[in-house]
Nanobody
């Protein structure tokens, strides 16, 4: 069983930065691929970024490449998302998720556990 709790959301002006954290409980955090998804108002939840269990490989959706950085600290059982140069279209609820699988890590269906989400609002 893995429990995930996000924090670090808030309101920021365009061009600003936020750092999201996701604290995990459970004995096997280091064995899970960890991802970030987001859901804008009236839209479906979408993939943002993922990091493999070793932290050695990351992947991002095109719209955040060069602006967001995903990382993890397995000793602290914590996942991070550093978000820079934020844009209004980055607004949404951000969810962290844990996946035991190693394929299709950009798909929600791959993930076994989800956090409750943290709100990010970027104003123009």
């Amino acid at each position: 069983q893995v429990q995930l709790v996000e924090s670090g959301g808030g309101s920021v002006q365009a061009g600003g930065s936020l750092r999201l954290s996701c604290a995990a409980s459970g004995r096997t955090f280091s064995r899970w691929a960890m991802g970030w998804f987001r859901q804008a108002p009236g839209k479906e939840r979408e993939f943002v970024a993922v990091v493999t269990w070793t932290g050695g490989s990351t992947s991002y959706t095109d719209s955040v490449k060069g602006r967001f950085i995903i990382s993890r600290d397995n000793a602290k059982k914590t996942l991070y998302l550093q978000m820079n140069s934020l844009k209004p279209e980055d607004t949404g609820v951000y969810f962290c998720a844990a996946a035991m699988g190693t394929l299709r890590l950009d798909s929600q269906l791959t993930y076994n556990y989800w956090g409750q989400g943290t709100q990010v609002t970027v104003s123009a």
